[in-house]
Each structure stands twice: as C-alpha cells, then as structure tokens.
T-cell receptor, first 115, second 114 residues
Framework: AQSVSQHNHHVILSEAASLELGCNYS??????LFWYVQYPGQHLQLLLK??????LVKGIKGFEAEFIKSKFSFNLRKPSVQWSDTAEYFC?????????????FGKGTKLSVKP | DTAVSQTPKYLVTQMGNDKSIKCEQN?????MYWYKQDSKKFLKIMFS???????INETVPNRFSPKSPDKAHLNLHINSLELGDSAVYFC?????????????FGPGTRLTVL
C-alpha cells in the first residue's frame, strides 16, 4: 500500500532562513507527487505538483520541490522564508496513470517562522 | 465567489445523533471528494464521486453515507455519531478525477461529538 512520510513534525525558523521539508513515499510504481499548504484558519491549497518531466518543480510563492526517484523523495524547499509562510505543509502522492485522484497524504509538517 | 464551500463550519453534537455536512463547488468540476483529518492532522480520503457516481469508497463505517444530488454537490450524512467521529472533514473537487488533477479544498467542517 502507498504511504507518505514527513519526518519533521514541527520546524521553527527565523525569517530569511532557508527551508527544506522532507517527504518520502512508499510505492513500487510511478507516482504523482503534490505539496499542499494550509495557512492558519484557511483551507488546503496546492503549492506545486510533479507528474512527469523536469524533476525540479517550481510552485507558487517561491517554493520548489525536487523529485529524486532513487530516494523515493519529494522534498520541499524555499531559499528564504517569510513570516507569512507560517502554515502546515502536506505532502501527498497518488499512482500515476490511474483514473482516480486518490491522494495519500503525509501527516503534515508545521512550519513556524519567527519575525 | 468561493470555489468549494462547506456548511456548517462547526458542528457540535451528542453521541448517537445523526448529522449532515453539505458541500458545494462552483468550479464546474466533475469529481468531488470527502477527506477526514484527525486530531493529529492526518488527512485520509473517505469517498469520491464522479458525475454523481461513487468512485472511491475507502474503509469507512457504513454509518457514513455520501449523497450527490448533482455534480456540484456532495453531502455527507453520518448516522449514530460516535466519539471517534470527531475530526475536521474536508470536501474537495477536481476537474475530472484524474491522478494528475489538482484538488481544490473547502474550508473544512470541525465536528465535535460529545
């Protein structure tokens, strides 16, 4: 069965620090990968997604993620965080080529950015 | 002009009651989903519907019954509520339900069962 691991439960950074949030998945086949963000009091929204092509994907608000197939990883990065990036970040995966959008989510990483 | 809306936002009820949560999307999408987020923020899919037909039905107690009157609406009815049903329930929609489609989420309904 597919699963997603986000090893960092809570990350605390100062503004302008660089960010990397880990995401590893477990699945033997080809996958599609997603990062969603949930700002305080708001709904989940898509940051970026990867399903084929360049493994370095750029998303909104300066975020990017790199798919490393050999490591089953899809880590999220941002070179310089802002206070407004404080949120919960969720990595998700589903089986590529499937006709269903059955997303499997990780448990999320809470990011707190100190001004 | 909210894309995916849910009502109510908060729902507090007693064990054993029956309750419904409504979801509507105005994006013209064909597929809608229900997810449950537990107290540890773990999000898990419950159901998905494509054009009013059930596509995904994960291992969910049959006390939970989704109903899709049309493709813009997917309501969740829960019978005989239990303490363990306390969670945040998110509705989502996507264009066609394909594996690469972006899912758009509603604001969530926080259900508390006393």
């Amino acid at each position: 069965a597919q699963s997603v691991s986000q090893h960092n439960h809570h990350v605390i950074l100062s503004e302008a620090a660089s960010l990397e949030l880990g995401c590893n998945y477990s699945y033997g086949g080809t996958v599609n990968l997603f990062w969603y963000v949930q700002y305080p009091g708001q709904h989940l929204q898509l940051l970026l997604k990867y399903f084929s092509g360049d493994p370095l994907v750029k998303g909104i608000k300066g975020f990017e993620a790199e798919f490393i197939k050999s490591k089953f990883s899809f880590n999220l990065r941002k070179p310089s965080v802002q206070w407004s990036d404080t949120a919960e970040y969720f990595c998700a995966v589903n089986a590529a080529g499937g006709s269903q959008g059955n997303l499997i989510f990780g448990k999320g990483t809470k990011l707190s950015v100190k001004p | 002009d909210t894309a995916v809306s849910q009502t109510p936002k908060y729902l507090v009820t007693q064990m054993g009651n029956d309750k419904s949560i409504k979801c509507e999307q105005n994006l013209g999408h064909d597929t809608m989903y229900w997810y449950k987020q537990d107290s540890k923020k773990f999000l898990k899919i419950m159901f998905s519907y494509n054009n009013k037909e059930l596509i995904i039905n994960e291992t969910v107690p049959n006390r939970f019954s989704p109903k899709s009157p049309d493709k813009a609406h997917l309501n969740l009815h829960i019978n005989s509520l239990e303490l363990g049903d306390s969670a945040v329930y998110f509705c989502a929609s996507s264009q066609a339900g394909g594996a690469t489609d972006t899912q758009y989420f509603g604001p969530g309904t926080r259900l508390t069962v006393l």
